[in-house]
């Protein structure tokens, strides 16, 4: 069975660091497209950030920019995302996401994803 595993939450105090990672376990292919989006009570799932290995390229969300970075382990199905100088308006649920194609068009789209993980909590005390 094939599935997306989120670990690294955790509670965190403003301006500190956290580093997430995503497992995609039972896969027998290598998948190239990958993101994170999260969600904050009472709020829409958002954007966070993702990456495309086959064209080398990232995308991050105007809030994530400067503050976190996306990054995977060469040849295996793991990723990271490193999130330094967290603020309070960084709580959330972070979901890790698996896609068949992105671009710079269809990263932010929650509809590119076609397997999401269940998640970790995110708490960032102010």
């Known amino acids: 069975q094939v599935q997306l595993v989120e670990s690294g939450g955790g509670l965190v105090q403003a301006g500190g660091s956290l580093r997430l990672s995503c497992a995609a376990v039972?896969?027998?292919?290598?998948?190239?497209?990958m993101g994170w989006f999260r969600q904050a009570p009472g709020k829409e799932r958002e954007f966070v950030a993702a990456?495309?290995?086959?064209?080398?390229?990232?995308f991050y969300a105007d809030s994530a920019k400067g503050r976190f970075t996306i990054s995977r382990v060469y040849g295996q199905n793991l990723m990271h995302l490193q999130m330094n100088s967290l603020k309070p308006e960084d709580t959330a649920v972070y979901y890790c996401?698996?896609?068949?194609?992105?671009?710079?068009?269809?990263?932010?789209?929650?509809?590119?994803?076609?397997?999401w993980g269940q998640g970790t909590q995110v708490t960032v005390s102010a």
């Open positions: 039972g896969y027998s292919f290598l998948i190239e497209d």
């Open positions: 990456l495309s290995g086959s064209r080398d390229m990232t």
């Open positions: 996401a698996a896609s068949r194609f992105l671009s710079s068009d269809s990263a932010h789209d929650i509809g590119s994803y076609d397997k």
